[in-house]
């Protein structure tokens, strides 16, 4: 008797499981189509920095931090994007560069360690402002759009990312605002970033609505 109770007891359990994983997988897929489709049309890549200097001229650029290893050194993403932005600010698409990330102790620094990488490329220091409290893309872009207002905006990062960051910008009010692929290279945790960022727009989105 007890196994026949049991029996549909499990099936209807596991019937409701299966349909909430569906109904997660399906919301999975469509906020990712049109989180990407939404924004496609405002990324463009490290080569087209030339033909921007020529257009629209925005006020800041601003890069993500993604990572510092143990000896303060960049990651090869985080790399990419302070490579891209110095390209950006020396072609003259903007008058300044902001540096947005972690900065969760002593020895975690990341918007320091892009200063000084950018720096070394060329932008003067005076030009360069640091956020330290860039702990997500939410909180940079929130700070932003609290700090300057109605200022346009180039935001800087992997394409993979870009999506996002630009959805949740205009989201929250930062209109003028354009992005620019800092996919310098193939990066090893590519798969990995990809994966996340399927859930991470998600949660973004139910963030913000």
């Given at each position: ?142 700070r932003f759009e609290r700090d300057y207002g109605d200022a346009s905006v180039v935001l800087v990062s992997q394409e993979y990312h870009l999506h996002r960051a630009l959805y949740v910008a205009k989201e929250q009010g930062i209109d003028d605002c354009t992005g ?30």
């Amino acid at each position: 008797m007890k196994i026949r109770k049991f029996i549909p007891i499990a099936l209807k359990t596991g019937a409701v499981l299966l349909t909430a994983a569906l109904l997660l997988l399906l919301s999975l897929v469509i906020v990712n189509l049109a989180m990407v489709d939404a924004t496609e049309e405002d990324i463009s890549s490290h080569e087209a920095i030339p033909t921007m200097a020529e257009g629209e001229h925005f006020d800041y650029i601003l890069v993500f931090g993604a990572g510092v290893r143990d000896d303060g050194s960049l990651t090869d993403m985080l790399r990419d994007r302070v490579i891209v932005g110095a390209d950006l600010y020396l072609a003259g698409v903007a008058d300044k560069i902001i540096m947005s990330g972690d900065r969760s102790g002593e020895n975690y620094d990341e918007p320091t360690a892009m200063k000084s990488f950018a720096i070394e490329l060329g932008v003067p220091a005076e030009d360069i402002i640091c956020d330290f409290e860039g702990y997500s893309t939410h909180e940079s872009l929130d700070r932003f759009e609290r700090d300057y207002g109605d200022a346009s905006v180039v935001l800087v990062s992997q394409e993979y990312h870009l999506h996002r960051a630009l959805y949740v910008a205009k989201e929250q009010g930062i209109d003028d605002c354009t992005g620019v692929s800092a996919d310098l290279d193939t990066y090893r945790k590519q798969a990995a970033y990809n994966f996340r960022e399927y859930f991470a727009r998600l949660k973004d989105l139910l963030f913000l609505n």
